[in-house]
Nanobody, 125 residues
């Protein structure tokens, strides 16, 4: 069983920055990839960013490219999401997710096996 705990959310003004953290239990050393998703009220959960353990390659949603950066600290089993130049439309609950196999596609929620409880990010205009 993989346990994921997000932290770092909060309220920030437009143009500001936040850094989210996802602390994972030890079993993530055998996982395939990690991802960040978000869900705004009344909308479906959407892919934000992903990182592959094998080579630290990354993928981003077009809406956050150039503003968000996903990274990892393998020694501490932690994944980060640095969010810069935040916009009101970035307001959502942000979830960390763990993908154990290559099954599915990286931007699909169904490809991920474990999820954190989420952390709220609110960007005021």
């Amino acid at each position: 069983q993989v346990q994921l705990v997000e932290s770092g959310g909060g309220l920030v003004q437009a143009g500001g920055s936040l850094r989210l953290s996802c602390a994972a239990s030890e079993r993530t050393f055998s996982s395939y990839a990690m991802g960040w998703f978000r869900q705004a009220p009344g909308k479906e959960r959407e892919f934000v960013a992903g990182i592959w353990w094998s080579d630290s390659s990354t993928h981003y949603a077009d809406s956050v490219k150039g503003r968000f950066t996903i990274s990892r600290d393998g020694a501490k089993n932690t994944v980060f999401l640095q969010m810069n130049t935040l916009k009101p439309e970035d307001t959502a609950v942000y979830y960390c997710a763990c993908r154990m196999t290559r099954r599915g596609t990286y931007y699909s929620t169904g490809a991920y096996d474990y999820w954190g409880q989420g952390t709220q990010v609110t960007v005021s205009s």
